[in-house]
C-alpha cells in the first residue's frame, strides 16, 4: 500500500478555550482530490494551515509525504505544495508577470512556468499589467498560477472559485482534473457547491471543528438513504393509478424513491409505452450538506 500523502490521526487544534478543529483523522492518498466544506469557522482553514505547518496541531499526530510538517526537514517538501489562500494579496506595485516570477524564484521553478501558467489562467494580456489594476477575478486567476506553480504533488485550495466567472471556473476545474491525472493530491475549500461534486473523490464536512461525513458521494448519499427522484413524462394517469407506483410519494409526474427500489420503479415506469422521457435526479451535494448539517453527529476514528 503506497503511502498517504497526508496522514492526520485524532488531531485537534485549539486556540484557548476554543476547539477549532477537535479529533480529525484523514488519509489522502495521491490522485486523490478531497471537497472539505462546513460553514464559516467551521475549521477548514485551521486544518490547512496544520497541513502547511503555519499552525502547530495541540494534540494527534500528523504526516505530510511522510513527515511531520513542523519538522525542520519538511521545508523541503513545502516545494511541493501548492496553496491557495482565502483572501489572496499580492504586491501591488508589481506586474503580474513580476508577481509570479517572484513566487517562482522562491520555489525554485524554472522562469519558462511562469509564461505558460500566465497563458494557462488567462492573463497573458494583462501581465505587464501592475497587479493594482487588476479586477478581483483577475487577481484571483494570479492566485491559482501562483499555486499551481512548480506542478504541486499537494494543492491546498481555499475557495479557488471565489471572483471568478463562470469559464474562468470550468477552466479551473479542468486545470484541477489535469493535476489530479498527474497524481497530485488536492484538498479543495468551497461554499460555491453546484460544479464541485464532480471534481471530488470524497467529502469532508466539518461542523464546530468535528467531522460530521466523510467519504465518496455515493457513500454520503447511502448512509443518508435521501431518496431518488424520477421524473417521468407521458404516464401522469398511470402514476395515479397503478399501486406498484402510487406506493412512492409522487409530485405531479414524480417519485421519490428509495435507491434499493429505483430499478424496481423505473422498469415499472418503462413497461408503459405511453412513457415519454425518464430523468433520474439522486441527492446533490448541496442537500447532502444540508442534510447532514442538520443529522449529521461527529465521526471519530481513521478516515
Ligand atoms: N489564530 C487564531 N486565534 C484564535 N482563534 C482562531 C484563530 N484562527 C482561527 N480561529 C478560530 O477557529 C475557528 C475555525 O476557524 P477557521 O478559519 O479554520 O474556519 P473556516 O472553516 O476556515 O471558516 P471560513 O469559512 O469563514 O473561512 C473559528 O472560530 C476562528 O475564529
Redesign the pocket.
Given at each position: 500500500m503506497t503511502a498517504s500523502i497526508v496522514s492526520m490521526t485524532n488531531v485537534s487544534k485549539y486556540?484557548q478555550q476554543?476547539k477549532?478543529l477537535n479529533n480529525v483523522s484523514l488519509q489522502l492518498a495521491e490522485g486523490e482530490v478531497l471537497g472539505l466544506f462546513?460553514h464559516?469557522?467551521?475549521?477548514?482553514?485551521?486544518m490547512m494551515k496544520l497541513i502547511l505547518g503555519i499552525e502547530k496541531a495541540t494534540t494527534g499526530e500528523l504526516a505530510i509525504f511522510g513527515r511531520d510538517p513542523q519538522s525542520k526537514q519538511a521545508w523541503q517538501d513545502r516545494r511541493h505544495i501548492g496553496y491557495l489562500p482565502?483572501n489572496v494579496s499580492f504586491y501591488d506595485h508589481l506586474t503580474g508577470v513580476e508577481v509570479l516570477s517572484y513566487f517562482a524564484k522562491l520555489k525554485s521553478v524554472p522562469r519558462r512556468q511562469v509564461a505558460e501558467l500566465l497563458e494557462l489562467v488567462g492573463l497573458t494580456h494583462a501581465m505587464q499589467r501592475k497587479v493594482k489594476t487588476y479586477s478581483k477575478g483577475m487577481r484571483q486567476r494570479l492566485g491559482l498560477a501562483q499555486a499551481f506553480l512548480g506542478e504541486p504533488k499537494l494543492l491546498l485550495l481555499d475557495e479557488p472559485t471565489v471572483g471568478l466567472d463562470p469559464t474562468a471556473t470550468q477552466e479551473f476545474y479542468h486545470s484541477v482534473d489535469r493535476l489530479k491525472q498527474r497524481g497530485a493530491s488536492i484538498i479543495l475549500c468551497s461554499h460555491a457547491l453546484p460544479g464541485v461534486e464532480q471534481h471530488i473523490g470524497r467529502a469532508m464536512i466539518l461542523s464546530g471543528g468535528q467531522v460530521i461525513a466523510m467519504g465518496s458521494l455515493a457513500q454520503l448519499r447511502a448512509q443518508a438513504s435521501l431518496p431518488v427522484v424520477i421524473h417521468t413524462l407521458g404516464i401522469t394517469e398511470q402514476l395515479n393509478s397503478d399501486p406498484l407506483l402510487t406506493c412512492y410519494k409522487s409530485c405531479k409526474d414524480s417519485l421519490h424513491v428509495q435507491e434499493n427500489e429505483k430499478m424496481a420503479a423505473l422498469k415499472q415506469i418503462m413497461s408503459y409505452d405511453s412513457v415519454v422521457d425518464v430523468r433520474v435526479e439522486t441527492a446533490s451535494l448541496e442537500q447532502l450538506y444540508q442534510y447532514y448539517l442538520a443529522n449529521g453527529t461527529p465521526i471519530q476514528g481513521t478516515a
Open positions: 486556540f476554543l477549532a462546513g464559516n469557522g467551521a475549521g477548514k482553514t485551521t482565502e
